[in-house]
């Protein structure tokens, strides 16, 4: 499907001459492999003015970044739900499909160079946060129950055991380049493992959501849920028995050591040496 290029379309901490807020079009290459290399990754910026924020202008600049691209993307990702039907008509008017997600990893570590180094650096910068709208995310979701496994496992690996993935004999998935994360090769990375005889299925069914990361929520019963899209999420399991649960806040706890790089995957039975879905995931 070639490319996916992640957007952000917002206001930034600086003033115009009006003290009007400039807004800002980012637009960063996704990175798909764990051997890609950040530098060469396709980038575009572009200011502006709050008198023409609008869906046509989106649009220009999107046409602007394809022509110095050279191409355009399969896909364009996008984190902030209240930009939603900007960003989808902008992107729909220029024939990509856009979807909202928190897959955007690459996008939000450019993001927050900028508001470190360039930000600062304009005329009209203003000091403190860049408020953006809270919106309330919904409840987790049963997964339906053909797509349940039927047995799951907590396991950890080393950043460096990483560096095999692309020989891995995987059907459907997604990694990063770890440099991007900034994580040295003896880190340890937790990850999950779900194991079925309907593996395929539950990895294809996966891999048509954007992704987002897995966490264990231990405020109820003890539940382990996948993030998905802007806002979505699933109870991949409950978990009740008092010896996963300590694994399950392991996971979190490495998790968090690991700067929340994760992984989850699925496959056949715990001897498969084959996966029908692995995904590397960063909470953000």
């Not at 600086?14 to 396709?42: A, G, H, Q, Y």
């Amino acid at each position: 499907m070639g490319s996916i290029w992640e957007l952000d379309y917002y206001s930034r901490p600086i003033l115009d001459e009006n003290n009007k807020k400039i807004w800002e079009v980012l637009i960063c290459e996704t990175p798909l492999d764990i051997r890609t290399k950040t530098d060469s990754l396709f980038r575009y910026a572009k200011y502006c003015p709050s008198s023409t924020v609008n869906s046509v202008w989106l649009q220009t600049a999107l046409q602007e970044a394809i022509d110095k691209a050279g191409e355009a993307p399969g896909k364009i990702r996008f984190f902030r739900r209240q930009m939603n039907n900007m960003i989808t008509k902008a992107c729909e008017d220029i024939g990509i499909p856009a979807k909202p997600s928190r897959q955007t990893l690459a996008l939000n570590q450019w993001l927050q160079q900028r508001m470190e180094q360039v930000y600062p650096q304009e005329p009209g910068f203003q000091g403190g946060t860049n408020p953006s709208v809270r919106l309330e995310a919904p409840l987790p979701q049963r997964l339906p129950d053909a797509l349940e496994g039927e047995q799951l496992g907590f396991v950890t690996l080393t950043a460096a055991d990483f560096a095999d993935m692309p020989e891995w004999n995987i059907d459907f998935g997604g990694a990063f380049p770890l440099e991007l994360v900034e994580i040295a090769p003896e880190t340890k990375i937790p990850g999950v493992l779900v194991y079925s005889n309907r593996a395929l299925p539950i990895a294809g069914w996966m891999s048509g959501l954007e992704l987002a990361w897995l966490r264990f929520d231990n405020t109820k019963q003890g539940r382990l849920i996948l993030e998905t899209g802007a806002t979505e999420s699933w109870i991949l399991a409950n978990i009740k028995n008092p010896q996963m649960v300590d694994q399950a806040q392991n996971f979190e706890e490495v998790k968090q050591q690991a700067n929340g790089v994760h992984f989850i995957g699925v496959q056949l039975d715990p001897n498969s040496e084959s996966f029908a879905g692995f995904w590397l995931l960063k909470e953000i």
